[in-house]
Every structure is written in C-alpha cells, then in structure tokens.
C-alpha cells in the first residue's frame, strides 16, 4: 500500500460515478477491511473509496496500478467548490501535498451525496464524530432529494 509523503499526486481523478458496494473489485475490498464504506467513485478505470477512517485511491494505468492512501488525521484543511453540473474537492495534507478530486456529471442527488460526504469528512478530519444519520445515509447509498 502506498501513502502520499512528499510528492505531487500527478493523477487527476474526474470521478463520473457512484458505483454500489456490490460492484467493488475484489483486489480493492482486500485494502479497507475492517472499516466502514461510506462510498465509492470511479473513472473509466480508477476508484477512490472513502471509508470511516480514510481515503484510498486506485490509479490504473494499463498493467501498473499506484494506491494512494490518505487518513483522514493526515489531512490539514479541505474544501468543496460546486458548479453547475461538477464539483471539486480539495484538500491539503500534513505533509504539504494538495490533492484535487474533481466530480463530473453530477445529478442533484450526487451532489446531495457529495455535500453528505463533505460534511462527514469535515468532522473526521477534525476529530468530531460525523452525525451518526449522515453515515447511515452514505453506508446503506440511501441518499435521496
């Protein structure tokens, strides 16, 4: 497993979908046993998944794969820019690294979901509990206008 010192995350992530825990690649589930899937993105080919205690993203290049994991602890500062039909989500690691995720195609529930994920993360990212209804809501992918 590989975590993020010094260096740039070179990838850019444009996640376009929610995908279903059911539909999670076995060779991912073998990264985040033991935790809590609040939800899962993809890209044509990468995934990033956000537990309840961090986040790992899956770069697949061809036959090479690079695993990015990010706890929340290790996260300084973050913060949601939302547009017409995309977002972005920004975030400043301990160790000086900026990490952008960007969102695409996003529904209105999708960007319900994405503020639900924020402000569970906010809380994690400072040691708060999240609100115990906003995890329910992301764990069962029960997130409806």
């Not at 993020?4 to 444009?14: M, Y």
Request: proline letters at 3%; glycine letters at 4%; aromatic letters at 10%.
């Amino acid at each position: 497993m590989s975590s993020i010192g010094q260096s740039k995350i070179k990838k850019k992530f444009n996640f376009c979908k929610v995908l279903k825990k059911t539909e999670l690649p076995a060779y991912i589930r073998q990264y985040i046993k033991q935790e809590e899937i609040l939800t899962i993105y993809r890209t044509q080919r990468d995934h990033g998944v956000f537990t309840d205690k961090k986040i790992v993203l899956f770069d697949n290049e061809g036959i090479s794969k690079t695993i990015y994991t990010i706890p929340y602890h290790s996260i300084s500062s973050l913060w949601i820019e939302f547009n017409k039909d995309s977002a972005k989500l920004n975030l400043y690691l301990d160790s000086g690294v900026p990490l952008c995720l960007r969102f695409c195609e996003m529904s209105a529930n999708d960007k319900l979901r994405l503020r639900i994920l924020y402000t569970c993360l906010d809380k994690l990212v400072n040691g708060q509990e999240p609100i115990v209804e906003d995890m329910e809501m992301l764990i069962k992918n029960s997130v409806k206008l």
